[in-house]
């Protein structure tokens, strides 16, 4: 039953995030929330509205980083975003996955690492596991894998 519960408050938690709190106009206000949901935010740093979260208190963004508006970041991993990154509109970074060797078809869940001063380009995608380098350009609408 406390398994149950637990479940529930986190996906109510990532429900209130990803929809009331996602189109609320003022950045600071949506931080506030961003952080009392377990977000790391640094100094400098903005998120837009209409960002897509899941496994909020494994995401850590460092300073003046800014994430466009319709970006999902799944964070069920762990995902850390460096300082001075630019991330444009409609960026998918995906934590997680399935085994599809498995007759379960189970959940995989692999960090990924993207460091300081990384643009990644509109409509890109990063997956599991993945280490973006210092420095790296991620083209629009490109697929990482590793």
Same mark, same amino acid.
């Given at each position: 039953?406390?398994?149950?519960?637990?479940?529930?408050?986190?996906?109510?938690?990532?429900?209130?995030?990803?929809?009331?709190?996602?189109?609320?106009?003022?950045?600071?206000?949506?931080?506030?929330?961003?952080?009392?949901?377990?977000?790391?935010?640094?100094?400098?740093?903005?998120?837009?509205?209409?960002?897509?979260?899941?496994?909020?208190?494994? %995401?850590? *963004?460092?300073?003046?980083? +800014? #994430?466009?508006? &319709?970006?999902?970041?799944?964070?069920?991993? !762990?995902?850390?975003? /460096?300082?001075?990154?630019?991330?444009?509109?409609?960026?998918?970074?995906?934590?997680?996955?399935?085994?599809?060797?498995?007759?379960?078809?189970?959940?995989?869940? %692999?960090? *990924?690492?993207?460091?300081? +001063? #990384?643009?990644? &380009?509109?409509?890109?995608?990063?997956?599991? !596991?993945?280490?973006? /380098?210092?420095?790296?350009?991620?083209?629009?609408?490109?697929?990482?894998?590793?």
């Amino acid at each position: 039953m406390r398994n149950k519960l637990k479940v529930l408050c986190e996906a109510a938690g990532l429900w209130i995030l990803n929809n009331p709190v996602a189109v609320i106009p003022l950045w600071i206000v949506r931080r506030f929330f961003y952080r009392l949901a377990g977000v790391w935010v640094g100094k400098g740093s903005c998120l837009n509205m209409r960002l897509h979260l899941q496994g909020a208190g494994g %995401l850590t *963004i460092g300073e003046f980083t +800014h #994430v466009n508006p &319709g970006c999902l970041l799944d964070a069920r991993g !762990g995902l850390e975003i /460096g300082d001075g990154v630019s991330i444009s509109h409609r960026v998918m970074i995906l934590t997680g996955g399935h085994d599809v060797q498995d007759p379960g078809f189970r959940e995989v869940n %692999l960090p *990924i690492s993207i460091g300081n +001063h #990384v643009w990644i &380009g509109a409509g890109a995608t990063v997956l599991k !596991g993945v280490t973006v /380098g210092e420095g790296a350009v991620v083209a629009a609408g490109a697929v990482v894998t590793k």
